[in-house]
């Protein structure tokens, strides 16, 4: 049984995760598990655990030592302040998503506006549109059946309506709906960034979100950008979430491509991670 679950966590997850990252498992944890608001952990004011509360720590804590994503051990985590189930068909959203939303959110100004969200894996980010732009109307592209099922589940948990398709971006070119807004978080890890991954996104998050070859490693956005000269409205913008090392590189090739009012823009760690463009 387990005494006393701070010091549990402590001695169980040392060497494995930083101090900081274990009170912040600790902390998620117990609120899981335990269904504890955030002053009772922090002041250690929890009863004794059930048996089956015991199990269930431990089970999480094995998990976590083979570096298993807490969001995937729970089946869900939170983005932009709403709650979306995830597996590993799915990436888990980061941070960095978030501020590409906060940033299309603040320059919009076209009412009821056609967006379509490609590589949408769970949703999260034709979802969150959805839900803070009243009359928008949401389209969402994925190449996985897998990840649009996951999706089509979160838009149903957050009560928005999106539509849905199974669309190889690469390969197809779906019909010719003209949008307001296009928005894409693609693939865009380069095979030799591999050895700079941690275990957590290497073992065990779908390697075709993440990974683009190192010869051609802007293929995703190339598309899209065609793509985006024939189905964005003239003064329709176009918004990436990019690889940090490839700002410069995505500036020179949507100018290239007749782009206009193109802006780098770095996220809260100061790495180049967001562009938009106008058509």
Request: net charge negative; hydrophobic share 40%; aromatic share 10%.
């Amino acid at each position: 049984m387990i005494s006393n679950p701070i010091l549990y966590f402590q001695n169980e997850l040392s060497g494995y995760y930083t101090s900081d990252e274990i009170k912040s498992l600790t902390y998620l944890i117990l609120k899981e598990v335990c269904d504890l608001p955030f002053y009772e952990i922090v002041t250690r004011k929890f009863n004794k655990l059930s048996d089956a509360q015991d199990k269930k720590i431990q089970d999480i804590v094995e998990r976590l030592k083979k570096h298993e994503p807490v969001q995937y051990i729970f089946g869900k985590t939170e983005f932009f302040g709403m709650e979306f189930k995830i597996n590993p068909f799915v990436l888990i959203p980061r941070p960095e998503t978030e501020e590409l939303v906060e940033w299309i959110l603040s320059e919009n100004e076209v009412s009821n506006p056609r967006i379509l969200d490609l590589c949408t894996g769970s949703g999260c980010i034709a979802i969150v549109l959805a839900k803070k732009i009243p009359g928008a109307e949401l389209h969402a592209w994925d190449i996985s059946s897998a990840a649009l099922d996951v999706a089509k589940l979160n838009a149903e948990k957050n009560g928005v309506e999106i539509i849905f398709r199974r669309v190889d971006v690469l390969k197809e070119n779906p019909g010719e709906i003209i949008f307001d807004i296009m928005v894409s978080n693609p693939p865009y890890v380069t095979e030799i960034e591999k050895r700079e991954m941690k275990p957590n996104v290497l073992q065990f998050e779908p390697p075709e979100a993440l990974f683009v070859s190192n010869d051609n490693p802007l293929i995703f956005y190339d598309r899209i950008s065609d793509m985006a000269q024939r189905q964005l409205t003239k003064g329709g913008k176009l918004y990436f979430e990019i690889n940090r090392n490839y700002g410069k590189q995505m500036v020179f090739m949507l100018e290239k491509k007749g782009f206009s009012h193109v802006e780098l823009r770095k996220d809260i760690s100061n790495n180049d991670r967001m562009i938009r463009a106008i058509k």
